[in-house]
C-alpha cells in the first residue's frame, strides 16, 4: 500500500474485547457492569436531548470538571475531562511521547498502551510482573518520558500500594500515569498522590463504576500545569453534551455508584470461593473482575473452557499469551449471570472428567 507512515503499516491495531450484536449473551468479557446507571443519570440523558444538540458542546466540559471538583475535592484546574479515559490516554502520549521517546509500563496490562505508543512512533518498555504482582524493579528508572501503571491492573485485577507509588513517582524522572478505571472496586485510590507529586496523573472513567460505558466519559487528575499541557492536544469538543450531562447526574448521585460498587465486590467474594472449590486458582482482584487460572490435570484448557462457554453463549476473556492463555479474565456480572457461569462452567468440567 504505502499510503500509512511506517510505524503504522506495521502495527497490528488494538483488539477489544468481542461485543456480540446478538441479544442473549451473558456478557461477562469486557468489564461492563450489570446493573444499569442511576434514574437521574438517565433522566439526564433524556433531558439532554433537545434542539441545543445543534451547538457544539462546552470545549473544556466544565459542568463536568466543576461536579468532581466537589466530590474529589480537588480544584476545577487539576481536572480534564476525556471522552472515555482512552481519549485521555491518547492526549498523554500525544503530548509527552512521540519519536525518540520511551513509554514503560509493567506487564501483562492493558494492551492499548502498546498501540498508543506505536502510533506515537515511540519505544515501548514492557517491564515484567514478578510472580507476586508488586512493582518491578525495572520500572524505577530515569530515562522514560512516561511510565503507565494500571492500579487495579487489567487483566490481573491485582493492584500496588499507594506507598510503592509514590517510590516510583520519586523515582522516575518523567510522569507516572496511574490508570484508575478500577479504582471504585478497590481498598486504595491515589488521588493523595496528585497533591503530592507534580509528576503524577490519576485516569478515572465513568465507564466501570457508574456504569457509563456507552457513554464514553473519563476525568485525568494532575497538576495545572500538566492539565493545561495535555488541553493543548485534545480533540476540540471531545466529551459531547450527552456524556456532560450524564457525568454531572452520575456524580451528583455518587452514593449509588458507591452502593453498586459494594455489591460488585460481594459478588466478587462469593465468585471467587466458588471457583477455588471448583480448582480454579483466582487472583487476588481489587477489580471488577477475577483473572483465575484453569485447576491442573482437570481434562480440560483455559481456552477449551472459554470455547465451550461461548457455545453456551457465556462470554468470558481468554488472552492467547504467555503467561495468560492458562487462565479467563471474568467479569462480576450481577447474581443471576454469576450462578448461570458456575452452573455452565460445573457442567463443562463434568463432560471432561475422566
Ligand atoms: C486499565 C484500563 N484503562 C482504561 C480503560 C478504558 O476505559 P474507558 O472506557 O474510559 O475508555 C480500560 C477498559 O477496559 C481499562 O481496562
New binding site residues.
Given amino acids: 500500500m504505502g499510503w500509512f507512515r511506517p510505524n503504522i503499516e506495521q502495527m497490528q491495531g488494538y483488539a477489544p474485547g468481542e461485543q456480540p450484536q446478538e441479544r442473549g449473551f451473558i456478557k461477562l468479557n ?2 461492563e457492569s450489570p446493573y444499569p446507571p442511576t434514574p437521574a443519570v438517565l433522566r439526564a440523558l433524556r433531558a439532554a436531548a433537545t434542539k441545543d444538540v445543534r451547538l457544539y458542546p462546552d470545549p473544556m466540559a466544565n459542568a463536568v470538571r466543576r461536579a468532581a471538583s466537589e466530590v474529589f475535592g480537588l480544584p476545577v484546574g487539576r481536572i480534564l475531562a476525556g471522552n ?4 485521555l ?1 491518547t492526549m498523554i502520549l500525544r503530548a509527552v511521547v512521540g519519536p525518540g521517546r520511551t513509554l514503560a509500563y509493567p506487564v501483562p496490562t ?1 494492551t ?1 498502551y502498546r498501540t498508543l505508543a506505536q502510533i506515537e512512533n515511540a519505544r515501548a518498555r514492557e517491564v515484567p510482573f514478578p510472580p507476586d504482582f508488586r512493582l518491578p524493579r525495572g520500572l524505577f528508572r530515569r530515562g522514560d518520558a512516561a511510565t503507565i501503571v ?1 492500579n487495579p491492573n ?1 487483566p490481573t485485577g491485582t493492584a500496588v500500594s499507594n506507598a510503592e507509588l509514590s517510590r516510583l513517582a520519586r523515582a522516575i524522572g518523567g510522569l507516572l500515569v496511574v ?1 484508575e ?2 479504582a471504585d472496586f478497590a481498598d486504595e485510590h491515589a488521588l493523595s498522590l496528585v497533591e503530592r507529586h507534580r509528576n503524577v496523573i490519576v485516569l478515572r ?3 466501570k463504576s457508574f456504569s457509563l ?1 456507552g457513554v ?1 466519559l ?1 476525568l485525568a487528575f494532575a497538576r495545572e500545569e500538566v492539565i493545561e499541557g495535555l488541553a493543548k492536544v485534545k480533540d476540540s469538543y471531545n466529551v459531547n453534551r450527552f456524556a456532560i450531562a450524564a457525568g454531572v447526574a452520575a456524580l451528583k448521585d455518587i452514593e449509588a455508584m458507591r452502593a453498586n460498587a459494594q455489591r460488585i465486590r460481594a459478588t466478587r467474594r462469593r465468585l471467587a470461593r466458588a471457583l477455588e472449590d471448583m480448582g480454579w486458582r483466582p487472583l487476588p482482584s481489587q477489580s471488577n473482575f477475577l483473572f483465575a487460572r484453569a485447576p491442573k490435570g482437570a481434562g480440560y484448557t483455559a481456552g477449551e473452557m472459554y470455547r465451550a462457554l461461548k457455545a453456551r453463549r457465556v462470554l468470558v476473556r481468554y488472552f492467547d499469551a504467555p503467561g495468560l492463555d492458562d487462565g479467563l479474565r471474568i467479569t462480576i456480572g450481577n447474581d443471576r449471570e454469576i450462578d448461570a457461569l458456575l452452573r455452565h462452567m460445573k457442567t463443562i468440567a463434568a463432560s471432561r472428567a475422566g
Fill in positions: 469486557t468489564n472515555g479515559s482512552d481519549d490516554l492493558y492499548l494500571a487489567s490508570d478505571a478500577y472513567t465513568f465507564s460505558c464514553r473519563g
